[in-house]
Nanobody, 128 residues
Framework: QVQLAESGGGLVQPGGSLRLSCAAS????????IGWFRQAPGQEREAVSC????????YYADSVWGRFNIAKDSAENTVYLQMNSLKPEDTAVYYC?????????????????????WGKGTQVTVSS
């Protein structure tokens, strides 16, 4: 059974940084794509960043390009999202997601249907 567990959220001032973690079990991030999504109050969920299996593919939403960085620790089966230069509009619940039919980063991030596995989310609040 695939389980994804996010951690690392919190309250940070504008311009600050946070690193989110997604620990995966029952699933190898080396075989399938895995990614980060977010949902702000009253808004639709949106893709933030995704990483392919071992194909080297990475996708970033335009809104986070140059500020966020996705990385993976294969030994720990954990994916990280380093978030820098945070803005109030980055405030949202951040979710980790994967699907065992998708291996390419962009495909996971733009997939029109429901993905197979989701974590419970971690709250990120950017405010002074």
């Amino acid at each position: 059974q695939v389980q994804l567990a996010e951690s690392g959220g919190g309250l940070v001032q504008p311009g600050g940084s946070l690193r989110l973690s997604c620990a995966a079990s029952g699933f190898s991030s080396n075989r399938y794509a895995i990614g980060w999504f977010r949902q702000a109050p009253g808004q639709e969920r949106e893709a933030v960043s995704c990483m392919g299996n071992n194909d080297g593919s990475i996708y970033y939403a335009d809104s986070v390009w140059g500020r966020f960085n996705i990385a993976k620790d294969s030994a720990e089966n954990t994916v990280y999202l380093q978030m820098n230069s945070l803005k109030p509009e980055d405030t949202a619940v951040y979710y980790c997601a994967a699907d065992q039919t998708i291996t390419v980063a962009k495909m996971l991030c733009v997939w029109p249907g429901e993905l197979g596995s989701w974590g419970k989310g971690t709250q990120v609040t950017v405010s002074s």
